[in-house]
């Protein structure tokens, strides 16, 4: 059969491309609607048997990275529900607000802050035209940057940006949600469903879920389910440097659930109210955090890049407005299917929150330094993930659609093979002679290492389409020649070559391309 790639279409950013990821996901059996049989449950999703893997390996992948690849980082598995002060300390209960803002004729909610950033989106897609009709106009001449450094109408646009956000940041800062709201009475914003600009005044909404510990609703203790894993390890942190006997620089890292009440969530796992995050505080001598700062940045982001998804899909954002906690922070944006938004965060959270557990709980949190001979609390530096971001990112990016050299098209995911949720798929050519049995004797032996599967249904062209739509790196057919020589056929999902191997040899060829070793020695 034709195998071959005449050109690769890759999808536009568009909504389209976002549906397709979506409903891809569900056919084949990655992320379903929770509850789906009632209707869903909005922005919270369950991972199927394909997506619980592929969320497993990612989350390994950073595991492995961040904890078995650095000494002085350790792990936990901290508790959800925590002590109720932990959140009066870490300043959620007073600070982890959104600004929300009502259509009064649609009803509907919002939040400020994000119709004022999809406003600048607008501008930015109009840079994105510009720099289109000079590419088609100069082609192979044109120099991006140049162009984006001295086209007047561009610099116009890009200062606009800056502008409006620049004044947004302040405006959040300094808690004036009047001036957010003339903000976009002045930009002329309105209601992206029914085109009203008839806005309601700009308020807080804490997005912490409030639960009860306790039998009776007397004397019911009032929980919050944790909005972020960090507070755990800041708790821990004197029993895990005590008992780890750790020194400063150390970290500590986990990985769990967070909740958030998101009033917008309406991007499918992007943003969720139920999410799980990868989190890494490190603890820093006071004074050292512009150092750790920009060695986490970079740390980071040759992390992601391991991953071999093009270094265009990746920029820094570096905030102007700063949480509550942090002296400076900046965001890994992904260039998602509706564009590039925020997938990690790397925050220097100075002493903040060990100082307000110490003040909060009346405990030292402290570190004895033998050099400098006294103690100090420590600064942290944190780098945060949301794994379900990453796994959208992943899947996102390697959903493509090829059109092959006998004008048919072929869907292939191409997730990068140690993230993929199965190996290898192993074929009998036809259901009988036993080719069948010897294709489950090879199932049974690589088992052992990866996750295969075996695949006998259709024809073995129908059954590759099968195994590219749902990522598999490798297909490994068994024909007649196999009874002779105890040679296989086996197929690359990307390249879709095909090179006849020894039985004994499969592991090593598999290993060579799905090892996180091999990945990881990237970095
Ligand atoms: N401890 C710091 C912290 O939680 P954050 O920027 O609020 O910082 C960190 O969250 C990461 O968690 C984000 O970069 C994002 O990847 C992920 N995240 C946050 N809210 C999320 C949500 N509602 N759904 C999915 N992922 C989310």
Excluded at 210 to 228: H, I, Q
Excluded at 267 to 291: C, D, N
Excluded at 452 to 466: F, H, L, S
Aim: charged share 30%; hydrophobic share 40%.
């Amino acid at each position: 059969m034709f195998e071959v790639v005449v050109y690769f279409c890759s999808m536009a950013n568009t909504e389209d491309q976002f549906k397709r990821v979506i409903s891809h996901a569900k056919e084949y059996g990655y992320v379903f609607q929770s509850s789906d049989i009632y209707d869903g449950l909005s922005a919270v999703y369950d991972y199927a048997q394909n997506g619980v893997e592929l969320k497993k390996n990612i989350r390994d992948y950073w595991w492995k990275a961040m904890v078995q690849l650095n000494d002085n980082i350790v792990g936990i598995d901290s508790a959800i529900f925590m002590h109720p002060t932990t959140w009066k300390a870490s300043g959620h209960v007073d600070a982890f607000n959104d600004p929300l803002i009502d259509n009064k004729d649609s009803k509907k909610r919002y939040r400020a802050d994000v119709l004022v950033e999809d406003y600048c989106l607008k501008i930015e897609a109009k840079i994105n035209k510009e720099v289109l009709k000079a590419t088609k106009r100069f082609g192979e001449n044109f120099n991006k940057e140049e162009f984006l450094a001295t086209n007047q109408r561009v610099l116009a646009y890009q200062e606009k940006i800056n502008s409006i956000l620049k004044r947004l940041g302040q405006s959040l800062e300094k808690e004036d949600l009047h001036d957010v709201k003339q903000l976009i009475e002045e930009l002329d914003i309105s209601d992206p469903l029914s085109g009203s600009k008839n806005w309601t005044d700009v308020k807080q909404f804490n997005l912490m879920f409030g639960t009860k510990l306790g039998a009776s609703s007397d004397s019911a203790m009032d929980l919050f389910l944790r909005p972020e894993t960090a507070q755990g390890i800041f708790v821990n942190f004197s029993n895990i440097q005590k008992t780890g006997r750790m020194k400063i620089p150390f970290g500590i890292a986990q990985t769990g659930k967070a909740f958030r009440n998101e009033i917008v969530a309406r991007q499918f796992i992007f943003r969720m109210r139920e999410f799980e995050q990868m989190e890494m505080q490190f603890f820093i001598k006071p004074g050292t955090q512009q150092h750790w700062y920009q060695y986490w940045k970079e740390a980071r982001m040759k992390w992601h890049l391991s991953l071999g998804m093009q270094p265009e899909n990746y920029r820094f954002h570096d905030h102007e407005k700063l949480a509550h906690y942090a002296d400076a922070a900046s965001d890994i944006e992904f260039d998602f299917p509706f564009g590039f938004k925020e997938l990690e965060g790397i925050h220097s959270r100075t002493d903040f929150d060990l100082k307000a557990h110490e003040e909060f709980s009346g405990k030292k949190l402290q570190f004895f330094d033998h050099e400098e001979n006294k103690s100090y609390v420590p600064y942290v530096l944190e780098t945060s993930i949301g794994l379900d971001r990453m796994f959208l990112a992943v899947f996102s990016k390697a959903l493509q659609v090829e059109e092959l050299e006998n004008n048919t098209t072929r869907t292939v995911l191409k997730l990068p093979a140690v993230l993929a949720p199965t190996k290898a798929a192993v074929f009998p050519l036809i259901k009988r002679d036993g080719l069948p049995e010897l294709a489950r004797g090879i199932v049974d032996e690589l088992k052992w290492d990866f996750n295969v599967i075996y695949d006998e249904k259709d024809a073995v062209g129908k059954r590759y389409r099968r195994q590219d739509a749902v990522g598999t790196p490798f297909c490994i057919t068994v024909d007649h020649e196999t009874l002779e020589n105890n040679t296989v056929t086996i197929r690359q999902r990307d390249s879709m070559s095909q090179k006849r191997v020894n039985v004994k040899d499969l592991k090593a060829i598999i290993s060579e391309e799905v090892d996180v070793k091999h990945w990881l020695k990237k970095i």
